[in-house]
């Protein structure tokens, strides 16, 4: 019995825990209707340990245009964590899931220092996060 994938359509080979077409997860290799959508990773919060494995885990049956769409979804935009952070101090930081620190930012934005420091750390936190997923992904 076929099994198809949910989010584009494709019909997915016997035995595959992912479509051929679109990368998304489906679900246990056995069960034609046994179709899931893959944990969200990485929601509002910084990348750990656990995440990184779950990343390894979930890419390590891809191909190499299915991992590039993978981390395309997965990354966070350098420009926009440095203009929010620009725009209303700590921003950038809660864009990038360090919520407390954004909101130390945001308290102490009346000081340049911090302030400045804000769009600073989001720029570089952002081409960590980035560097971060990229090496665990395509490692």
Do not use: H
């Amino acid at each position: 019995m076929s099994k198809y994938c949910s989010e584009c359509g494709t019909e997915i080979p016997e035995g595959s825990k992912f479509c051929p077409n679109c990368g998304f997860a489906s679900g246990a290799s056995g069960g034609a209707e046994s179709q899931q959508t893959p944990a969200p990773i990485m929601g509002g919060k910084t990348m750990d340990e656990t995440d990184s494995i779950q990343i390894k885990e979930i890419t390590k049956d891809m191909g190499k245009n299915q991992k590039v769409i993978y981390y395309e979804q997965r990354r966070k935009s350098v420009g926009i964590a440095t203009v929010l952070s620009f725009l209303i101090a700590g921003a950038g930081q809660m864009y990038l899931g360090k919520i407390g620190k954004g909101i130390l930012l945001l308290l102490f934005c009346w000081l340049i220092i911090p302030w400045l420091y804000g769009i600073y750390d989001a720029y570089n936190g952002a081409r960590d996060y980035n560097a971060r997923l990229y090496s665990i992904i395509f490692s």
